[in-house]
């Protein structure tokens, strides 16, 4: 059950990336500015955002394992109207419902594995879970960019809706164990009230605002990686493109050794070595004179976001189990929501300071953030 939310979280993740590299032959294909093409990923991540805020509740009500299936056979069909669009608006059309249908299929996966995985088990859980995704993304914007270099930009979304289709029918398959294995929790369902439970909780409110500083922090610095390595080495943004995807890596190598991490380390230890890392890596990109220690910058920036990163999901599936759903789903809104205001942040920052200051003062930030974390987390027994 936890490879089949990881199948349906790897479309999902892959649906988010895929238009990232397509932009240019959009703006061909369609005979539009680059700004205009770039609205099939702003129309996506909108629906994607406000979404998660309305699945949370809907899956405490209805079943979580039953609201993914749906989404996800959703996920197919929207993934076919983009690859069908007859013209730009369409497209835009098709992005919009499709970031509307996989906006629920991340958090009420967690949500899900909190309900079914015990608190002790669940970190290692969520850990292999993450590989659907970190692969997702990182496949996502491999296949949109060689399939639009070939001029078939329509392909990835018919791969895409295959996927989705698979996916949806081994879990319309499995539903009647999952249901018994995790019943959909008790509670009425309804969004503003859910919302508000979930806020009373003192820890909640850290963990949601920890998220959202982390996804402001360390998300902008993300997006401008290939950027700085492009200026201050002049390396092809291509070339650059591909190293910052070792950061991908990073997360793969979490996944595989987490339980290891956590039975060495423990949640405040895992939070904190974490943020050592992410320190390291980030300097490290930021100050060198050489291109080639890049790599390995991205690697271990990849490895201590996915030890802090983790440590605060596992904390989400638990922070108000009566309405699980509803409270990952905010944890996910938060996280969303602080990744856009990163790099609409970080854009300004750099064009005026330049890229190798904000990615350093950045750098410093995140680990500091993580360090007050793992403090709060080591106070709450």
């Known amino acids: ?52 805020l309305a699945y949370g509740p809907l899956g405490d009500r209805q079943g979580k394992w039953r609201v993914i299936t749906w989404a996800t056979f959703a996920c197919a069909l929207t993934a076919l109207a983009c690859a069908l669009a007859p013209d730009y608006n369409g497209l835009l059309i098709a992005r919009l419902l ?16 909190g309900d079914a995985v015990p608190y002790e088990r669940r970190q290692g859980v969520l850990a292999r879970f993450l590989l659907g995704q970190i692969l997702g993304m990182a ?36 539903q009647a164990d999952a249901l018994v294995a995790a019943p959909p929790q008790a509670r009425s369902g309804h969004l503003l009230r859910e919302s508000l439970y979930v806020l009373r909780e003192r820890w909640a409110r850290v963990i949601l605002a920890v998220v959202f500083v982390e996804g402001v922090l360390l998300f902008g610095l993300i997006a ?31 996944a595989l050794f987490a339980r ?36 390995l910058a991205c690697l271990a920036t990849g490895l201590g976001f996915y030890m802090f990163h983790n440590t605060l999901q596992t904390n989400a ?25 990163g790099v609409a942040l970080t854009a300004v920052l750099v064009q005026h300071l330049g890229s190798t200051p904000v990615l350093s003062v950045g750098a410093v930030a995140v680990a500091a953030l993580a360090a007050v974390f793992a403090w709060l987390r080591a106070r709450k027994k």
């Open 1 to 52: 059950m936890i490879a089949l939310l990881a199948f349906a979280s790897f479309g999902s993740a892959a649906s988010m990336r895929v238009a990232d590299a397509q932009l240019p032959a959009l703006a061909d294909a369609f005979a539009i500015s680059l700004a205009g093409a770039a609205q099939v990923i702003t129309v996506f991540s909108i629906a994607y955002g406000l979404l998660q």
């Open 98 to 113: 499709a970031g509307a249908s996989c906006a629920a299929i991340i958090p009420l996966s967690m949500a899900w594995i």
């Open 139 to 174: 496949i996502g914007q491999w296949i949109g960019g060689l399939a639009a270099d070939f001029g078939q930009w329509r392909a990835p979304f018919v791969a895409l809706a295959l996927c989705f289709a698979m996916a949806g029918i081994a879990m319309w398959r499995a």
């Open 224 to 254: 401008f990686l290939a950027t700085h390595l492009h200026l201050k080495h002049g390396l092809s943004l291509g070339r650059a493109g591909a190293i910052v995807t070792l950061y991908a890596a990073g997360g793969v190598i979490f």
């Open 260 to 295: 290891h991490f956590v039975q060495r380390l423990g949640e405040s230890g895992l939070a904190q070595a974490g943020g050592a890392l992410l320190l390291c890596g980030l300097l490290l990109a930021a100050l060198s004179p050489v291109w080639w220690t890049a790599p």
């Open 317 to 341: 599936t638990q922070m108000a189990p009566e309405a699980r759903g509803a409270a990952v789903s905010l944890f996910a809104c938060f996280f969303f929501v602080g990744q856009t205001v």
